[in-house]
């Protein structure tokens, strides 16, 4: 099984920059595809960004495009979102997710994905 924890959350200002970091422990995650999602009080986990096992897909919620980057680093087992441009529409606890499953990737259904970390808040102010 795939542990992961995520970092990085925090307060920050509206137009301001957050960098999160999900690091995966159990398990090298190198030949897994994984993704940040997110859920604000009274909503469903929502898709944010996935990025394939090799870094050479990544995907983007039509809210967060041109803003968040998605990246990977597999030799320190970690991934990352970067998020510039910050609304505060973005205040939510953000998730980082692994599929350890053999099969297609639908990357924005959150019950495609096997492990989640514990969540790290996000609070933009306007």
């Known amino acids: 099984q795939v542990q992961l924890v995520e970092s990085g959350g925090g307060l920050a200002q509206a137009g301001g920059s957050l960098r999160l970091s999900c690091t995966a422990s159990?398990?090298?995650?190198?030949?897994?595809?994984m993704g940040w999602f997110r859920q604000a009080p009274g909503s469903e986990r929502e898709f944010v960004a996935a990025?394939?096992?090799?870094?050479?897909?990544?995907y983007y919620a039509d809210s967060v495009k041109e803003r968040f980057t998605i990246s990977r680093d597999n030799a320190k087992n970690t991934m990352y979102l970067e998020m510039n441009s910050l609304k505060p529409e973005d205040t939510a606890v953000y998730y980082c997710?692994?599929?350890?499953?053999?099969?297609?990737?639908?990357?924005?259904?959150?019950?495609?994905?096997?492990?989640w970390g514990q969540g790290t808040q996000v609070t933009v102010s306007s």
């Open positions: 990025i394939t096992w090799s870094g050479s897909g990544t």
């Open positions: 997710g692994v599929v350890v499953r053999y099969g297609g990737f639908a990357y924005s259904q959150a019950s495609r994905y096997d492990n």
């Open positions: 159990g398990r090298a995650i190198s030949t897994y595809n």
